[in-house]
């Protein structure tokens, strides 16, 4: 069976149970590199510009990991437009195929399943057409295998807007593969409890908060002190659209557009107590992107903000005391609010 290997990292923590079961309704085996670790990280590294960001470096060394398990391809499409209007992915996103083919000459790596998708200008049959065209497979069990891995996604999207917790769901994705097919997708998951919780909102790209490496298991460690943690997957695509245009009257960065909406709706929402924004160095629209969050938590007193850059050399304990002490900072205004 033709193996096609997907790098656990970037826009895996996205789109996974669309591009899995796409392969599997094709007849394909998907192999997923391992959970980010240190090595994967130094392979990375290794293979990388300085100036490369950190998801980018960490995309590398899972590509390098799947070259080590003897792969038949990779599967790295070109995410240049996921809107039906004119907005774009980062640039990286769109290029990341040719630096790896570039980077990686040395290791042979094997063929690279790259089709372009511009959401905005072309359908999004046309991609995978293409995909199933290189590998030999006729149209139309390729048309059949997107709409199951459409109607897939779908269920997966609306899944994480019904959890308590996105980071349940994000966790699944470590688990067998077959458990994202619709019949096997439950209705919601148990509430782990959630009364009396101080809530604080987590903002930044899904391949930053969710991947373990980078955001240094943030959402875990937040739970363990008490706290219900809320992030952007949570809210439905049209109520992040609406909040971002109240901070940004126009933008064309489809990812960043969703960070921006979140923070926004999330600053105005009463209940929620402290946001955080995470972010990685060399990030372009970063720059931008935080900055703007910032002015607009400015003008909410009421609520604690915090601001993460990371990047290879950042160390966890500076990270954990940071975190700490934020924590600490919106229970002691909690117990003051409250007469303790």
Known sequence: ???????????????????????????????????????????????????????????????????????????????KSVETKKSFTCPRLVGTSDVIYYSLRALNPPTILSPYVETYTHPLIEAYLEVGEALGVEKDRVEKALAKALEVQEKFTHFKKKAPSPHQIMKKLSTVNREFAPANIPPHIEDEGSDGKIKIALVGHSYVIYDPLISMNLIDKLTSMGIEVLTGEMLPEELLMQNYQEILKQMHWTYEKEILGA?????????????????????????????????????????????????????????????????????????AAHGN
């Open 1 to 79: 069976m033709t193996t096609i290997g997907i790098p656990r990292a970037l826009l895996y923590y996205k789109y996974y149970p669309l591009w899995i079961t796409f392969f599997e309704e094709i007849g394909c085996q998907v192999v997923i590199s391992r959970n980010s670790n240190k090595r994967i990280l130094d392979d990375g590294v290794r293979n990388t510009l300085d100036e490369v960001c950190l998801p980018c470096k960490i995309f590398t060394g899972h590509t390098i990991n799947l070259i080590e398990k003897g792969v038949d391809y990779l599967f790295i499409p070109r995410m």
């Open 263 to 335: 923070a926004n709706y999330y600053l105005k929402d009463d209940q929620i107590r402290g946001l955080i924004y995470m972010s990685t160095f060399a990030c372009g629209p970063a720059s931008l992107v935080g900055e703007a969050i910032l002015r607009q938590a400015r003008k909410h007193q009421d609520k604690s903000f915090l601001a993460l850059v990371v990047d290879e050399h950042t160390g966890e304990a500076g990270v954990m005391t940071r975190i700490e002490a934020f924590v600490d900072m919106i229970k002691r205004k909690e117990g």
